[in-house]
């Protein structure tokens, strides 16, 4: 694979090695030889507030807090290598953003953890879905937001900013549902609260693992 004369975002590079899922050629993230549960998680911009490095790193956060690590994860390999489990970064998916660009950041997100995972990190794989064009079949012949992501394994999903209002929960847990059905997963990490309105019904699906977001756990510190 040729590299770019010109910076276009994609960083071809990253995915020289990788395998392809899908018509859209979704980079995989292979699923881990063993399933690791990490006891707890800490915000890819909190990290270097670590003190034992025992945590699993994940990005539920505004895109920018990580944006230069999506731009170029080479920079950062090393750093994150310290930690014992990373998930994907969380691009963001929002249902009114055109679906080149929901697309296209499922794909970074599906990159960065094939470059990772090269470089030696233990990668979850961070499912992100948007409204049902992105977890069904009934307006593209894929169910892009799932394609890259390890089928019977470990995923990671966060619900923190993204469960308020009624028609935020409807798409939520629409869309985990279809993942369930489609991923088959033995273990989901969920970042935040897990409401029964969104998760009762579905417990019997898979093993959840519950981790607070980091303001209600600063909080809970501060009582």
């Known amino acids: ?92 998916l929002y249902r009114d953003s055109p679906l080149t660009a929901q697309i296209a950041n499922i794909y970074r997100s599906r990159a960065v953890g094939h470059y990772l995972q090269k470089n030696g990190a233990y990668v979850i794989t961070n499912v992100r879905w948007g409204d049902e064009r992105s977890y069904t079949t009934n307006y593209l012949p894929e169910k892009f937001a799932f394609l890259g992501a390890p089928k019977n394994s470990i995923v990671s999903v966060g619900t923190y900013g993204c469960i308020s209002g009624k028609e935020n929960k409807f798409y939520f847990r629409a869309g985990l549902e279809a993942m369930l059905d489609e991923l088959t997963p033995e273990v989901v ?30 909080r809970k510190k501060a009582d």
């Open 1 to 92: 694979m040729l590299k770019n004369t010109f910076d276009d975002g994609f960083n071809l590079e990253l995915v020289q090695t990788a395998s392809f899922d899908g018509i859209l050629e979704i980079p995989k993230i292979d699923p881990p030889a063993k399933i690791v549960i990490s006891s707890a998680v800490i915000p890819y911009s909190k990290h270097n507030r670590s003190e034992n490095f025992s945590e699993c790193v994940v990005f539920y956060e505004h895109d920018i807090e990580f944006a230069d690590l999506v731009r170029t994860p080479k920079d950062f390999v090393d750093d994150l290598l310290r930690f014992p489990a990373v998930v994907t970064p969380d691009n963001s």
């Open 189 to 218: 990490l969920v970042y935040g609260r897990m409401p029964d309105s969104i998760f009762g019904g579905l417990k019997h699906k898979t093993n959840f693992v519950s981790y607070p977001d980091w303001t209600s756990k600063v």
